[in-house]
């Protein structure tokens, strides 16, 4: 039976993919400290095939037996999160990635690391193809996140070349969906969250930055497939529906049935202003695009978020 490590598996993304690997019928192992990740994502599944492990994979990991795919998803992922944590933050990408490649080499595992498309920071080319080097603040507040990322992408592809490790990486674009926590301060839960509490939207800016939103289930299933793939190099993951924060507040207005009003912010420190994958490879190399519209996708987690209110 082919045994899958997730570490961040107790998390928004990680809970996703331990259920579609159990589908798949492999054994999966969850590991993840809970600082972000909660029992609640993952208390449902009955599998035999599971096994959680409570551990800080910045320490030294110990798995007993075989493991066939490491997939690294371990990190705080929200602004707010990473802002709140910075350290663990810049730990875990860091030191958690070295920890988990050097696990891979050992087991002979094929690796996956969880990147971001904040490796691009404020982008200055766009859309952004998977060769633009991006433009980072490395000192400023979200640095920790994005420079992380960077590292662990750098020391992933060093373990390829140097030790021959099998190793994938994925770009993730802004992705929603259910189990996403009501309070991780991100776009898609905080505008949920105030149109069903029936408080003030709060738009950060004139809310003209862009973002392009991915249901969770099709960025998994990008994953699972590049996973499979041979292909080495980083690939991004996302949407190409690309819209303004302030017409995406009037979206989730509308679909929630519930319009209390807009309120400006300001704008968090180098805020991107833009952002929207350029998906020409996972389109050829993957044969994938996104499946779920992002109305069918939003009114998903809408009902995802009033069960949680209201439980
Ligand atoms: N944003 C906002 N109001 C909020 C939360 C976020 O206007 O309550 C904006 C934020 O400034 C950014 C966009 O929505 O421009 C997406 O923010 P998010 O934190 O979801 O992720 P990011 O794409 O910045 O990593």
Request: contains cysteine.
């Amino acid at each position: 039976m082919t045994t899958t490590l997730i570490t961040g598996g107790a998390g928004f993304i990680g809970s996703h993919l331990c259920e579609r690997f159990l589908a798949e019928g492999h054994r999966v192992i969850c590991m993840d400290n809970l600082i972000t990740g909660s029992i609640a994502n993952i208390d449902h599944i009955r599998d035999p095939k599971f096994t959680f492990i409570q551990h800080d994979v910045t320490e030294y990991i110990y798995v007993k037996g075989e493991v066939d795919n490491i997939l690294h998803f371990a990190s705080p992922a929200s602004p707010i999160d990473y802002l709140r944590m910075p350290i663990p933050t810049l730990k875990v990408g860091s030191l958690g990635t070295h920890k988990t490649l050097g696990l891979a080499c050992a087991k002979k595992a094929r690796y996956l690391l969880a990147s971001t498309s904040e490796v691009y920071g404020d982008p200055l080319v766009h859309p952004q193809p998977e060769t633009y080097w991006g433009n980072v603040n490395i000192i400023g507040p979200r640095g920790v996140y994005d420079e992380a990322k960077r590292f662990a992408e750098a020391m992933t592809m060093a373990y390829r070349r140097f030790h021959g490790l099998d190793t994938r990486i994925v770009r993730i674009f802004n992705t929603y969906g259910p189990r996403m926590r009501l309070d991780d301060g991100r776009v898609v839960p905080s505008f949920i969250g105030s149109v069903i509490r029936n408080e003030p939207l709060t738009v950060f800016g004139d809310g003209s930055q862009t973002r392009s939103f991915c249901f969770v289930s099709d960025l998994v299933e990008g994953i699972f497939r590049l996973l499979n793939s041979k292909e080495m190099e980083p690939v991004n993951i996302g949407t190409e529906y690309e819209m303004t924060i302030l017409d995406f507040a009037k979206l989730i207005q509308k679909l929630a049935g519930n319009s209390p009003p807009i309120v400006m912010k300001d704008l968090p420190i180098d805020d991107p202003k833009s952002r929207r994958p350029d998906l020409t490879k996972a389109r050829q190399i993957l044969k994938w695009d996104p499946q779920v519209s992002l109305e069918n996708g939003l009114l998903k987690t809408i009902e995802y978020f009033r069960g949680q209110q209201a439980s």
